[in-house]
């Protein structure tokens, strides 16, 4: 597994610290280099549709600004970075950095929103998730010493989870998440959600009692989830795999709770913008509760 170039999105929040940590952290380990990148958002005027703050300036000011704020958080940093900053909205404008970069990873943190504002508009983070076509370690909560120059370990990845649904989206998860198993010497969990009791593409339902074919469907989804990534492909932490009867975006956050995993890997597909609203994303509802950083893998 190779990171070249790794892109932290921040926002001057409290988020920022971690982001920032996270990406120091594998900047270390991967000798990658290391891109700051900050959005400078521009409201429209809505009778001329230009950036407001094109006039007078403004937003050569705005960015000057982003720029020193950046090189203020990174001035104790041993790691070669660069700060990066563009001026548009934070979704397009990251998706355009990390291309600019070519970057190997993107990482970014959620802010938690939820309720209406989440029906209507979503979160950035869920857009980038949604429109990136990197790799994207999305950081769940801040911590109080993110910042801490004292901390030089890299994070510990011991225990890594991934969804596994069977679909396209899943191959470049289980790869991804195989590499970072092999990387950190960490235990591989593939995980599977039965939404469905009785599988027919799986086994006959027809052929034998309920028990026995629960039994059969079972074996059978444990075989096919071996085959995703063999136990030398994943490393010496070796694969472990496991089934739940639900919904994945109810069990997967719940099983990698219960392995109190160090990172939850998921695929991200495309939906048409009527779907999501309707029915939302799997990788979105994990995004809002899992207990430990998503790594959201595009297949796109």
């Not at 970014?108 to 429109?131: D, K, L, P, Y």
């Not at 039994?215 to 492909?233: C, D, G, K, M, P």
Request: charged share 25%; proline share 7%.
């Amino acid at each position: 597994m190779k990171l070249r170039s790794i892109l932290c999105a921040i926002d001057f929040s409290k988020f920022t610290g971690p982001v920032i940590r996270h990406g120091i952290e594998l900047a270390r380990r991967f000798d990658a280099r290391l891109f700051v990148f900050h959005a400078v958002h521009c409201p429209h005027d809505p009778l001329y549709g230009t950036a407001e703050f094109e006039r007078g300036g403004e937003m050569e000011t705005q960015i000057a600004r982003a720029v020193e704020t950046i090189a203020a958080l990174m001035q104790p940093r041993t790691v070669p970075w660069k700060s990066l900053v563009l001026p548009g909205d934070p979704v397009r404008m990251v998706s355009r950095a990390a291309e600019q970069v070519a970057a190997d990873l993107v990482i970014g943190a959620s802010h938690g929103h939820s309720g209406w504002q989440r029906m209507f508009i979503g979160t950035v983070v869920e857009r980038m998730a949604r429109n990136l076509t990197r790799p994207f370690l999305v950081i769940r909560r801040p911590d109080k010493d993110a910042l801490d120059e004292s901390f030089h370990d890299v994070m510990p990845i011991r225990t890594i989870v991934a969804g596994c649904d069977f679909s396209r989206e899943t191959r470049p998860a289980t790869e991804y998440a195989a590499g970072l198993a092999r990387e950190f010497s960490a235990s591989l969990h593939l995980f599977h959600a039965v939404e469905s009791p009785i599988d027919e593409t799986v086994v006959d339902s027809t052929r034998a009692p309920y028990g026995e074919v629960q039994q059969t469907l079972q074996e059978r989804l444990h075989r096919r989830l071996n085959h995703l990534v063999s136990a030398a492909a994943a490393g010496p932490g070796g694969v472990k795999t496991a089934l739940a009867p639900g919904l994945p975006a109810e069990q997967l956050p719940r099983y990698a709770a219960g392995q109190k995993a160090d990172i939850l890997v998921v695929g991200v597909r495309r939906h048409h913008k009527l779907e999501k609203l309707m029915v939302g994303s799997t990788t979105e509802a994990v995004l809002r509760h899992s207990p430990c950083p998503v790594l959201v893998v595009p297949s796109f």
